[in-house]
């Protein structure tokens, strides 16, 4: 099968794939050869990409969307970004920022939270692709 990754900027993947695996805002989902034709909301957190032999591209994702259709998987997303060029430390830096935003109305925690969210799944893509 197919795999697209379409960014606002560019195509950032396009190549076969034996099996991707993605965040949606609701849990994850995996996806092989003949998987149901869907469409699905993305959240933010891990694309893993496993190629022929086992070699497994690892990204960072922030929303968008997946549609599974025949034997292509099409992501469009805001955001991906490879997962050996996440820095932890920046990673951090960022989440301890928005843990210590005030937000007195709801518009703004509801970024704060946002921001919270995107630190924390990017520390945790960063962590998983050094573990191994």
Do not use: N
């Not at 909301?41 to 891990?46: D, I």
């Not at 997962?83 to 301890?96: K, N, S, T």
């Amino acid at each position: 099968m197919q795999c697209i990754v379409v960014t606002p900027e560019r195509t950032l993947y396009d190549q076969p794939a034996e099996f991707v695996a993605l965040t949606l805002f609701d849990g994850e989902i995996g996806i092989e050869s003949g998987h149901t034709p869907m469409i699905g909301r993305l959240g933010c957190g891990e694309m893993r990409i496993r190629r022929e032999g086992q070699t497994t591209d690892r990204y960072y994702v922030e929303g968008g969307f997946v549609e599974v259709l025949g034997d292509v998987i099409s992501v469009l997303t805001q955001r991906a970004i490879p997962a050996a060029e996440i820095d932890e430390a920046v990673a951090r830096e960022q989440l301890i920022s928005a843990q210590s935003r005030r937000a007195a109305t709801p518009e703004a925690l509801a970024v704060r939270d946002r921001a919270v969210e995107q630190s924390r799944a990017q520390l945790r893509v960063a962590r998983r692709f050094h573990e191994g």
